[in-house]
Nanobody, 123 residues
Framework: QVQLVESGGGLVQAGGSLRLSCAAS????????MGWFRQAPGNEREFVAT????????YYVDSVKGRFTISRDNAKNTVYLQMNSLKPEDTAVYYC????????????????WGQGTQVTVSS
């Protein structure tokens, strides 16, 4: 019943921008914190950003601070990741996740996951 569907991935040049979207259904969206994670080939999945149920608190991994912005629109059941000043090391599959009243980086506390969307940054 619960679905998280990511979109907006693609191929961009270094220094460019991309906006990812995650549309949620089958859950009470405004009771869930949301997170973005990414996984590059040969690497473990890593935390990128998280936002609490209301959008009032956010946290980011150090490597994306000042470049990425997480936001949410509870009326549209959607969370976004605005990515600016992209670098080749940002290349990865990006995943959206939902956790009941959770905000944080621990993957085990997220209840639902999307299928992922590919982001490729060329040099």
């Amino acid at each position: 019943q619960v679905q998280l569907v990511e979109s907006g991935g693609g191929l961009v040049q270094a220094g460019g921008s991309l906006r990812l979207s995650c549309a949620a259904s089958g859950l009470t969206f405004n009771t869930y914190g949301m997170g973005w994670f990414r996984q590059a080939p040969g690497n473990e999945r890593e935390f990128v950003a998280t936002i609490n149920w209301s959008g009032g608190r956010t946290y980011y991994v150090d490597s994306v601070k000042g470049r990425f912005t997480i936001s949410r629109d509870n009326a549209k059941n959607t969370v976004y990741l605005q990515m600016n000043s992209l670098k080749p090391e940002d290349t990865a599959v990006y995943y959206c996740a939902a956790g009941k009243y959770y905000i944080g980086s621990y993957q085990g506390n997220y209840d639902y996951w999307g299928q992922g969307t590919q982001v490729t940054v060329s040099s």
